[in-house]
Structure formats: structure tokens, C-alpha cells
């Protein structure tokens, strides 16, 4: 087995994806950025989920939302949906592992807010009832998906924005999920404050 073979094809299959996504995914994450920030400046929020290294990137975006990305700016209203041990475990444990997040969707989403969706195969149940419940509330989708964004991709409707990133290897996806995540992080920063270039 040669190992350094395989991390250069990682590398390699990586780059590429990135590479040719550079031109789909622009404008839809523009267009993302400009939904979050119209709720953002209407008093709205984001809620964020997913599930296992997606629910890692859920985290990730909203505490760079909520705290700082790369230039000052006011803390932004952002919650993610997998953090707290004693919601996740009592929902899932009283009812079904589908309902963690919706259930939070329910109680805490408002008309405006808006639900970041992120799913590699858009086949998990717990997201899938997230999106059905965030619309129940009049909310906006943004789902970040992969694979053809599966079920959830069915479920979007008018106004929600879809991030498909096509690939098939969930850790792949993955990788573009994060820069994209970043990017919609500087597109809100650069419409909200400026940006230096
Ligand atoms: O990070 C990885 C794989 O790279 C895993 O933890 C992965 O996120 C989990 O299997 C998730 O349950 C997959 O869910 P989804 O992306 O299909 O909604
Ligand atoms: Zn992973």
C-alpha cells in the first residue's frame, strides 16, 4: 500500500472538486449570503444542522457568525442545533432521533428566520423533518447538500436556495461544504461592513 500515493489522490480529488464547483456554486452562495443577511437585518436568525461531521460544520458556522470571522463586525444571531446534550438526548430518547432538531426548529424558529440544511446525502430523517418544520414556520432554506441533494432537495421549495455540491464521496463533499461555509461567512461580512479588496 502506498500511502503517499493515496494522499496525494486525496489532495488531487480535493482540488479538483473545488476547482470545477468555483463557477456552479458562486452564485447560489451569493444569493444564500444575501437571504441570511436580509434576515439578519429584519431581526432574524439562523439555525444551523447536521449530523456528524456536518453537525461539527453547523457549529463551526454559527460561532463564526455569532462571533467573528475575519473582520469586526456585530456578533450575528446564529444557533446551532447540536450542541445541547440534555435537548438532543431527552427529544431522541422520548420520541425519535428524527425529531432533534425539528422539534428545536418548532421552538425556536420564527417567520423570516432562516434553517442552514447540511446534509452529504440529503437522506438523513433528522434533517429532512427539519426542513418540513422550518417551513411549518414560514422559514427559508438554505440546504447544503451533496449526491443530488437526495429527498431534502425534493423538499425545497420558492424562495429556499440549494447548495448541491455534485459528488459522490461523502469526505469530498465535506471538504467543499467547509469552503463554502467560509465563503458565505465573507459574503455576509463584505455586504454587512465593506471588504478591504
Ligand atoms: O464526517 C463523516 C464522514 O466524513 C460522518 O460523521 C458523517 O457526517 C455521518 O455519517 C453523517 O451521519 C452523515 O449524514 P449526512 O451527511 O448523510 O446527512
Ligand atoms: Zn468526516
Do not use: W
Not at 434533517?127 to 438554505?142: F, K, P, S
Amino acid at each position: 500500500m502506498d500511502l503517499i500515493a493515496r494522499m496525494n489522490r486525496h489532495f488531487q480529488e480535493s482540488a479538483q472538486l473545488k476547482m470545477t464547483l468555483a463557477q456552479v456554486l458562486a452564485a447560489p452562495i451569493a444569493m444564500a449570503a444575501e437571504r441570511m443577511v436580509q434576515c439578519l437585518l429584519a431581526e432574524g436568525k439562523i439555525l444551523v444542522c447536521g449530523n456528524g461531521g456536518s453537525a461539527a460544520d453547523a457549529q463551526h458556522f454559527s460561532a463564526e457568525l455569532l462571533n467573528r470571522f475575519e473582520v469586526e463586525r456585530p456578533p450575528l444571531a446564529a444557533i446551532a442545533l447540536t450542541t445541547d446534550a440534555s435537548t438532543l438526548t431527552s427529544i431522541a430518547n422520548d420520541y425519535q432521533f428524527d425529531k432533534v432538531f425539528s422539534k428545536q426548529v418548532h421552538a425556536l424558529g420564527q417567520r423570516g428566520d432562516i434553517l442552514l440544511a447540511i446534509s452529504t446525502s440529503g437522506q438523513s430523517p433528522n434533517i429532512l423533518e427539519a426542513v418540513r418544520a422550518a417551513h411549518e414556520r414560514d422559514m427559508v432554506v438554505v440546504a447544503l447538500t451533496g449526491k443530488g441533494g437526495g429527498k431534502l432537495a425534493e423538499l425545497l421549495t420558492g424562495d429556499d436556495v440549494h447548495l448541491s455540491v455534485e459528488a459522490q464521496n461523502t469526505a469530498r463533499i465535506q471538504e467543499v461544504h467547509i469552503l463554502v461555509l467560509h465563503c458565505l461567512c465573507d459574503a455576509i461580512d463584505c455586504i454587512l461592513v465593506g471588504a478591504d479588496e
